[in-house]
């Protein structure tokens, strides 16, 4: 991600198998402080995050794969973050 993007969603780097636990972590640049985060995939509403800034998937399963993005409140701005790809093999 480059500068630009002020609000990003960390995904592991790795290959993702079926039965993984992974978690995805909503980050504000320089680590600002990141409020009342959502997450979304392939554009729809995940629901209110429980764990503040993090989405667990667990165990991972096919069904995970797509394209997820988050969006939360840094100081008094909401930003949203490019989407990441999640790909279940």
């Known amino acids: 991600s480059c500068p630009t993007d002020r609000l990003v969603l960390q995904a592991p780097a790795r290959a993702l198998l079926e039965g993984d636990t992974v978690t995805l972590r909503c980050r504000g640049w320089h680590h600002n402080k990141v409020t009342r985060v959502h997450f979304y995939k392939d554009e ?5 995050s429980f764990k503040g800034t993090e989405l667990s998937l667990s ?5 995970h794969s797509g394209r997820y993005h988050c969006e939360g409140w840094v100081g008094s ?3 949203q ?9």
């Open 44 to 48: 729809k509403y995940l629901g209110e």
């Open 59 to 63: 165990p991972l399963q096919l069904h």
């Open 77 to 79: 701005e909401m930003l």
């Open 81 to 89: 973050s490019p989407p990441v790809t999640v790909t279940v093999h």
